[in-house]
């Protein structure tokens, strides 16, 4: 079973540029998350979509960051424009289970993120 | 006062020592506990998973949930190089949304 994709691997921008981070979820996987982990912090959630909807934004600057995940498959995630602290590994999981689903929380297969440098 | 705290390390032991990572939470809603593992430049990997209070073995790794306390801890016994790497605690509510709360990561070194 293929993991969850996600590309480019590495990016390295000016401050106030624009970026876009693509990620392919594990196959029949309806619930993706986005993730920021700052070095040597835990990954923080931005957003999580089950299918193509948003279910929680509560953390996501939406003043410089958005993200769409059409068809309810593949997602993306645009920071405009960049700041410095958005330096960070931006991490994409996917999960089987829909988010109101009661009983057992449900495993997040990550993928091995994009790694952004602001500078 | 973070919801999640992990010390951070770092963690540098004897191959074959028993290795003790620990976090404490301050949220008493959380429900599911888990542990990840993340090697360098990789994503967390799901190592260990609990519900409530109690142990679960799997293995060398033992997960231990204390929520009278709101303490988890993980395990590892006999432990090998190939066990280096920043291990994530992770907690959850429930119901609800399926948000992980994670602690800061603890980076473990293994030296044979």
């Known amino acids: 079973e293929a993991g969850v994709a996600q590309s480019p691997r590495y990016k390295i921008i000016e401050k106030r540029q624009s970026v876009a981070f693509w990620c392919n979820p594990i196959s029949g996987h309806a619930t993706l998350y986005w993730y920021q982990q700052i070095l040597g912090q835990g990954p923080k959630l931005l957003i999580q979509f089950q299918n193509n909807g948003v279910v929680d934004d509560s953390q996501l600057p939406k003043d410089r960051f958005s993200a769409e995940r059409l068809k309810g498959v593949d997602s993306t995630l645009k920071i405009q424009p960049a700041k410095l602290e958005d330096s960070a590994v931006y991490l994409c999981a996917s999960s089987f289970a829909f988010p109101t689903r009661q009983g057992r929380g449900e495993t997040q297969y990550f993928g091995p993120g994009t790694r952004l440098l602001v500078l | 006062q973070k919801e999640v705290e992990q010390d951070p390390g770092p963690l540098s032991v004897p191959e074959g020592a028993i290795v003790s990572l620990n976090c404490t939470y301050s949220?008493?809603?959380?429900?599911?506990f888990m542990w990840y593992r993340q090697y360098s430049r990789k994503g967390p990997e799901l190592l260990m998973y609990t519900y409530s209070s109690g142990n679960k073995e799997d293995g060398r790794f033992t997960a231990q949930v204390d929520k009278s306390s709101k303490y988890i801890s993980l395990f590892i016994r006999d432990s090998q190089p190939s066990d280096s790497a920043t291990y994530l605690c992770?907690?959850?509510?429930?119901?609800?949304?399926?948000?992980?709360?994670f602690g800061q990561g603890t980076r473990l070194t293994i030296n044979p």
């Open positions: 992770a907690m959850t509510w429930l119901r609800g949304a399926q948000k992980l709360v």
């Open positions: 949220n008493s809603a959380f429900q599911y």
